[in-house]
């Protein structure tokens, strides 16, 4: 079983508390987006995905720096496709975009209760059988747009802590840690790998998305798509220094429906390679790209960084 978490301090923030709101007088027009958002997190789920469907078509038209970079990933990763069905991927994929926008603030601050009927939850038994033997689980997914619905969901079954990018509003950081710390047991930010790593140590579960270039120093060039990515090391780092294991966690929206797997652990992982270890981090996330590739973060400049004598692919041509 997972340790138990330490008393809650609603008065200081920490992976178990998001701290005193920040109320002056600045943040109130922050505060009154917040609220739009959260009359959004309560709308009718149908509602909700007609709206993002038609948000998402309307982002297509208007997002012209990210609808480039998705286009170029899109060329980069399939480059086995026709243009017309990479186009129709994009549209897909930003229609899924606007959904998702919606699913994170109900996932923040709704009701996850329509999804809860018709979830469908695969390979929980293998991860209670590690939990059972005292070692720690470290579940690697990639940056979708179900990722905070499936999480939450998944929280429903084991006591999940997250790792997360703070937001640079106050406000909208204390807002999305409280509504993550309803349903999780922690969230550690980037910076927090210590506390993180203890939880692990101590047999916790720790959910991490290692898939964005974070500029870090602990990185290296892997494929993803067969591309070089700047990959980063925590993966491999996190198993070699508590002896978590590591599990795929696979996560996709059918329809209204949501499908949550946990693959098979990576066996003997870590080794003493971190090259190769990040690169079968990439297989597990492309692999789950495969499933679902319109509900994929292609928005997210993935290759900008390059090895020596690469060019970027999103200069403007």
Not at 19 to 42: D, N, T
Request: charge should be positive; include cysteine.
């Amino acid at each position: 079983m997972a340790p138990a978490s330490p008393p809650r301090d609603r008065g200081v923030a920490s992976p178990t508390s998001p701290g005193p709101a920040p109320l002056s007088p600045r943040h109130w027009p922050a505060w009154l987006g917040l609220g739009v958002l959260l009359i959004a997190a309560r709308l009718p789920w149908g509602l909700q995905r007609a709206l993002g469907a038609g948000v998402g078509a309307l982002a297509l038209r208007v997002a012209g720096d990210r609808r480039r970079a998705a286009r170029t990933n899109l060329a980069l990763c399939f480059p086995g496709m026709s243009d017309a069905e990479r186009e129709t991927l994009l549209r897909d994929n930003f229609r899924d975009l606007g959904i998702g926008l919606f699913e994170f603030a109900r996932a923040w601050w709704g009701s996850v209760e329509p999804m809860r009927r018709t979830v469908r939850i695969e390979g929980l038994e293998a991860v209670e059988a590690i939990r059972a033997s005292g070692r720690g689980v470290l579940l690697v997914s990639g940056h979708f747009m179900t990722l905070e619905i499936c999480g939450r969901l998944m929280c429903d079954h084991l006591p999940l802590a997250g790792m997360y990018r703070r937001h640079r509003g106050p406000v909208m950081e204390w807002a999305v840690k409280r509504g993550r710390l309803g349903h999780a047991s922690a969230m550690f930010a980037n910076a927090e790998l210590r506390p993180a790593m203890r939880h692990l140590k101590q047999g916790g579960l720790l959910w991490y998305a290692p898939d964005q270039d974070m500029r870090g120093k602990d990185t290296v060039f892997a494929p993803f798509f067969g591309v070089p990515a700047a990959t980063i090391t925590a993966t491999h780092q996190f198993a070699r220094m508590t002896g978590c294991a590591v599990v795929p966690f696979f996560h996709r929206r059918e329809g209204a429906h949501y499908v949550l797997r946990l693959g098979a652990q990576l066996e003997d992982f870590p080794s003493r390679d971190a090259v190769a270890d990040s690169t079968r981090v990439n297989a597990a996330i492309e692999a789950m790209v495969r499933e679902a590739p319109s509900q994929y973060l292609w928005i997210h400049r993935r290759f900008k960084r390059r090895p020596p004598g690469d060019s970027s692919p999103y200069q403007p041509r």
